[in-house]
């Protein structure tokens, strides 16, 4: 069975970080029942949920996505890009310890799981406000041994890779047109969100399914006119954190059953 690593919301969420939005009032006691609605639909979707405890220290430590990258051969724990985030990594080290052999990725490379896109063997990396070009030599160095390509992008207008593309099929990407370019991508299949959406690019496949923001149903409804199977979730409160669907869990595969494919 997958393994979804999850933490639960940090009390001290207001103050965490921000880059493209406004602050504004979080209901946490709402950000923690979507959350574990969320999580209850990883549990549907055939994960075993390990949720992590709450770190009052740490306002960011929802989004786990930012602190691993989690291979069939390896797990790589990120140096995130906002120092404020950087003791994270430990609780999720600790973590996936049982399950990989974890390397790390050192200074003075900053690295966000967020930037991370992989797509069969091709490892696609967001340069980005948070992830460096010195994040993707070291991982060039870590993934070219075990045969994935790395492929740097260059990401602007939003905080990650993949706030502007995620997969929504095995190579389907849902991408959002001003933030990446769709050519750095010719070998994959695109669909476009609805313009009036613009944070709807964030997806999360799992198997078959797409687990999506209630937030954004004219995109969610694209996806379904393209076939594609849609779980909504509402997602809003996280949304002013700048956090999406991704970015709360970190799937670890059986090793051979990876998610990348
Ligand atoms: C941050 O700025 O780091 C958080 N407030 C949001 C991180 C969202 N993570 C993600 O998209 N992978």
């Given at each position: 069975?997958?393994?979804?690593i999850?933490r639960?919301?940090?009390?001290?969420?207001?103050?965490c970080?921000?880059t493209h939005?406004?602050?504004?009032?979080?209901d946490?006691?709402?950000?923690?029942?979507?959350?574990?609605?969320?999580?209850?639909?990883?549990t549907?979707?055939?994960?075993a949920v390990?949720?992590?405890?709450?770190d009052?220290?740490?306002?960011d430590?929802?989004f786990v996505?930012?602190t691993a990258?989690?291979?069939?051969?390896l797990?790589?724990?990120?140096r995130?890009g906002a120092p404020?985030r950087?003791?994270?990594?430990?609780?999720m080290?600790?973590?996936?310890?049982?399950?990989?052999?974890?390397?790390?990725i050192?200074?003075?490379a900053?690295?966000d799981?967020?930037?991370?896109?992989?797509?069969?063997?091709?490892v696609?990396?967001?340069?980005s406000?948070r992830?460096?070009?010195?994040?993707?030599?070291q991982?060039?160095?870590?993934?070219?041994p075990?045969?994935?390509?790395?492929?740097?992008?260059p990401?602007?207008?939003?905080l990650?890779l993949?706030?502007?593309?995620?997969r929504?099929?095995?190579?389907?990407?849902?991408?959002?047109?001003?933030?990446?370019?769709?050519?750095?991508f010719?070998?994959l299949?695109?669909?476009?969100?609805?313009?009036?959406?613009p944070f709807?690019?964030?997806a999360?496949?799992?198997?078959?399914?797409v687990?999506?923001?209630?937030?954004?149903?004219?995109?969610?409804?694209?996806?379904e006119?393209?076939?594609?199977?849609?779980?909504?979730v509402?997602?809003?409160e996280?949304?002013k954190?700048?956090?999406g669907?991704?970015?709360c869990c970190?799937?670890?595969?059986?090793a051979g059953?990876s998610?990348?494919?």
């Amino acid at each position: 069975m997958r393994i979804a690593i999850t933490r639960e919301i940090s009390p001290a969420l207001a103050r965490c970080e921000l880059t493209h939005l406004a602050r504004q009032p979080i209901d946490l006691e709402r950000a923690r029942e979507q959350h574990q609605r969320y999580e209850a639909c990883l549990t549907d979707l055939g994960c075993a949920v390990q949720r992590l405890p709450a770190d009052s220290s740490l306002p960011d430590s929802v989004f786990v996505e930012d602190t691993a990258l989690v291979f069939d051969e390896l797990a790589i724990l990120t140096r995130p890009g906002a120092p404020s985030r950087r003791a994270e990594v430990a609780a999720m080290a600790a973590a996936l310890a049982p399950h990989r052999s974890c390397v790390s990725i050192i200074a003075p490379a900053t690295l966000d799981g967020g930037d991370v896109l992989a797509v069969g063997r091709t490892v696609y990396v967001g340069v980005s406000g948070r992830t460096n070009a010195q994040a993707v030599e070291q991982l060039r160095g870590l993934l070219e041994p075990h045969a994935y390509r790395v492929q740097p992008v260059p990401v602007t207008g939003c905080l990650h890779l993949k706030s502007a593309m995620s997969r929504v099929g095995p190579d389907t990407v849902l991408l959002h047109p001003g933030w990446v370019s769709a050519d750095d991508f010719s070998e994959l299949r695109k669909l476009e969100i609805d313009a009036a959406e613009p944070f709807a690019a964030n997806a999360l496949l799992i198997d078959e399914t797409v687990v999506y923001p209630a937030e954004h149903p004219r995109t969610a409804e694209r996806l379904e006119r393209q076939g594609i199977r849609v779980r909504r979730v509402e997602a809003s409160e996280l949304a002013k954190a700048e956090g999406g669907v991704t970015c709360c869990c970190v799937l670890v595969p059986r090793a051979g059953q990876s998610s990348h494919r």
